[in-house]
């Protein structure tokens, strides 16, 4: 080996030596003895980047069924939506799946008030979404413990936030359809079918009525679509759909969305 | 003492380790590199975007899907719940915490090295820097020479101290440079978050500042370079006590990897955090990450390594200069 390789090993390691010590220092100033700084608890808006005219954008709002839970192939709704539309059209999609599993229209309200929801909501052309699934059988407690008082007062604050959810997307971008998915009624096949499906009867008719207050948000039904085979198109959990009840879904939502020439 | 440290250095490159460990360091940063030029891809082909605002929301909404499914560990829910809340403060401040680039793909290399890959490397090196002397008996013809033998173990610990800075430095030049080729070199000056504070679940923010990148970077190196310096001294130490070196390189094996393994399993152990291999990941505090047990900071981690670390720089001069060598 050549002394001078050693010479220079050795004095490069002292220098990055040096170095590291140094940070360390610098480190330990910056860690400890750093004060808070005003500057950043500010809101900084967002710029909004280029859009691109060609590409179409969907937003996907709400709970578990958007989400997709019970499909094993973990698309949902939106995935088989989106495998429609890419037949239709050419144009490039992009998605942005926003549900939360197990979202009530209480936290569906306060998360479309944050920024980058917002910015993606305003880049929108179509929105999907599923709220009030949760709200009404709070996993299926509800309906076991039945209460006609206790279930009014969940649809009064469902109502309400929904009219609020429907505003807030309309005052961010009033060019994009919204599709609002209705509730199906997953307890069917149960006892007290008569009175459940009643019930969620009521519910999608209150959604559907909020939905005509405002222009271009489309309430789908998918009541029907479970009524008479329920239990084929429910996943395990017998309460979320399986793939078939998300295709049966996703068919039924694509078939709404037509691209005609010149605009969608 | 210059030249004793100097012929020291010489055994170290002439051993050809320090060739191997950048040997090391290249493959893995090549495999990494590749790994992450897929994930990239990936994510842009399945979002449809390269915008990183909206795949930062989408990671937002995953993490909060995980969250809501039941039987998810107690730990990791904690670790989620503050990422969280940290990545939504990224998105808040519109700042992306992983803009593409060499030093973004370095500060994670540096970040996922330093509890494991990086001791790892330390070991290599560090483990027969006496125990060689030792079992191939050259350490008699060391010490008759006229030097004081806390000379000749003092130039040995320099030697290991430069060679610790010397890998931490082809740790950083390898990645940059190879990742780069990739990612681009571009990237230094890109602001980042520091100075997150975790009380239980909570992300405290009232400490958070902006540093650029290559500072953050600076800071981070420096912390693998401390961690190393620990791992070199206790190797160090292994090797004054142990005359074979692999029964050394075993030793300090079991323990990095038991740190490894504790510290994902340990929040309930109080008194592991006090063991130095739990408090490896330096890094973790700057990024902000939920540490393996509530209550460990950066101060207290700092302070248990350097204990450890001063206890085994004493034990292994006590025991060279007191030892009967025969």
Redesign the interface.
Known sequence: ?N?N???I??L???I??G??????G??VY???F????AS?SK?????E?AVNEQ?LHLVALGDSLT?GTGDETGKGYVGYTLDALRKKTKR???????????QQSTQLVTQIQ????Q??LRQADFVFMTIGGNDLFQGGEALRNFSRARIDEAKKVYLKNLDSVFRTIRAINPRAVVFYIGLYNPFNQLNNAKMTSAIVREWNYASAEVAARYPNIIAVPTYDLFELHVNDYLYSDQFHPNKEGYKLIGERVASLISFSKGGK | MTNLVYNEMLKVVRKKRLLIVASIIAVLVALFTYAQFRHVQDVQKRLGTSDWRTQLQQQIIDTQNRLNSSGLAEEWRKFLQIRLQQQQYYLDHDINPSAPGAPTFMRMFVENSIELFLPLMIMVVVADLVSSEASGGTIKLLLTRPVKRWKVLLSKYIAMLLSVSFIVLLLALLSYLISGAVFGYGGWNLPLLTGFTINGEELNTTNVHLIAQWKYLLVELSLAWFVSVVVGTLTFMLSVLMRSTAAVMGVMLAALISGAILSSMVSSWQSAKYLFMVNLSLTDYISGTAPPITGMTLGFSMSVLAVWGLVALFVSFIVFTKRDVY
């Open positions: 080996m002394m390789a050693v010479k090993i050795a490069v390691s002292l990055a030596g170095c590291w010590l140094f940070g360390l610098l480190t910056d860690q400890f750093h004060g808070p700084t950043l809101e900084i808006k967002p710029k980047t590409q989400r490039p999609i992009q998605v942005t799946n926003l549900a939360i599993k197990g944050k920024v980058e929801v910015r993606q």
